[in-house]
């Protein structure tokens, strides 16, 4: 659907023209755009003459065009357009109007006074000016406007000179951006080492309470940091970091280092200036001697502590897995062979020891040729053993007893 024309209403004001517009289907119970604040307005106006030239200039509903000639009549039309939906909408009727003549100047060193006021959709601002304190009686060409501003909305700015009894008209209004306009102060930097590493706390320009600074920008830093030397060619080295705290790795013990840094906004391309350089110096290195044999003997110590108690449980594991699996037979010790070797030999009984053969013989007288008869009585085995094993030899010595006894003679 096509966007029918806006309303527009003008009025004629100290050499300026003031309009007023109104969105299309203001007056319509059913509407096709709901949403109001979505429409951008392009106006054209042209003086009205044999020989016009067109401008054109993107307007807010309640705005004011102030670069125009004084006692001049000039004609406007205006359009809503919707740039998300790449529509443009239908020309208002054409309306003319004729300026007025301006303020009187006053020469001479006039004092100046400055009034602001912050601008809203939809409405008439003309009555929402207000003086800038610190810029309230001047007599130079500059002063500050930071006291009447914030870091949000946007705001616009007249001056007006003031004579003995006379006041000129307000200058054409000046917008003014905060986040644009501003300058970004430097950042606070807070310094710790160690040995090789250097910390950096960083807070946001305007201190910890400017919580504006920190919401309306997005910020990066940009760290420098040099070794203090009176080296003149010693080069700084450069870090980039969005956080607050960043760390510098690969730095010499015991050496001083200088650090500073800058803030930016990329998003607006803004960058404020250095801080203050601070210096700071590194650690020395650590060197003690008594302290790392101590340590030594402490893990050593340790080490044994736990090695000995595991060494003793792995040696009873081995024994029982080592009697379990592989046990160790061994014979008795009354058949064990001589010079530690095992007899291979079956069971044999123990050796006799050798003993003595003795006779015991009776003399005996007869009457008949005093013959001595001997009677060979069985030999008998003594041994020096209390084994109680006896020889079964009896009768074979007793035999060749019995045999020898005739060849032996009496005398």
């Not at 020989?51 to 200039?57: A, D, E, G, V």
């Not at 003399?363 to 041994?383: L, R, V, W």
Request: one cysteine or more; hydrophobic letters at 30%.
């Amino acid at each position: 659907a096509q966007i029918g024309p806006p309303g527009m209403q003008l009025e004629s004001t100290n050499g300026d023209i003031k309009i007023k517009i109104s969105p299309p289907e203001a007056n319509q119970e059913k509407k096709m755009w709901i949403n109001d604040l979505l429409f951008k307005y392009n106006l054209v106006f042209w003086e009205n003459s044999s020989n016009p030239q067109l401008r054109s200039k993107n307007v807010l509903p309640i705005d004011t065009i102030d670069d125009l000639a004084p006692e001049t009549t000039y004609c406007f039309k205006v359009q809503a357009n919707l740039p998300m939906d790449f529509k443009e909408g239908m020309f208002s009727p054409v309306q003319c109007m004729k300026t007025t003549t301006k303020g009187p100047h006053i020469p001479n060193s006039p004092i100046v006074s400055c009034r602001a006021f912050r601008k809203h959709l939809h409405q008439d601002y003309s009555g929402n000016w207000a003086s800038v304190p610190s810029c309230g009686n001047v007599t130079v060409t500059r002063c500050h406007l930071s006291p009447a501003i914030t870091n949000t909305g946007f705001y616009y700015f007249r001056v007006q000179a003031r004579g003995d009894h006379n006041r000129s008209c307000l200058s054409k209004e000046v917008q003014v951006d905060p986040l644009e306009t501003n300058e970004i102060g430097p950042p606070g930097i807070k310094l710790d080492s160690s040995e090789t590493l250097l910390h950096i706390q960083i807070s946001p320009p305007g201190g910890p309470e400017d919580e504006d600074m920190r919401d309306s920008y997005v910020l990066s830093y940009r760290i420098l940091y040099w070794k203090n030397s009176s080296n003149e060619e010693e080069e700084a080295e450069v870090k980039e970091t969005q956080q607050t705290v960043a760390t510098l790795p690969g730095l010499r013990p015991g050496t001083v280092y200088c650090v500073r840094a800058q803030a930016l906004s990329r998003g607006y391309n803004k960058s404020s200036a250095y801080s203050p350089q601070q210096c700071i110096q590194t650690l020395p290195e650590k060197t003690f001697p008594l302290i790392i044999l101590a340590t030594f003997v402490g893990a050593l110590f340790v080490v044994l502590l736990v090695a000995l108690p595991l060494v003793f449980v792995l040696y009873q594991a081995y024994s029982k897995i080592k009697y379990v699996f592989f046990p160790s037979c061994q014979p008795p010790l009354n058949i064990e062979g001589f010079g530690g070797h095992l007899s291979t030999n079956p069971y044999l009984p123990t050796v006799e020891e050798p003993v003595e053969n003795c006779s015991i013989i009776d003399s005996m007288i007869t009457e008949e040729g005093n013959q001595i008869a001997f009677k060979d009585y069985k030999h008998s085995k003594q041994s020096s053993r209390d084994s109680g094993n006896y020889s079964n030899d009896d009768n074979t010595s007793g035999s060749k007893g019995s045999e020898e006894t005739p060849d032996k003679e009496m005398l």
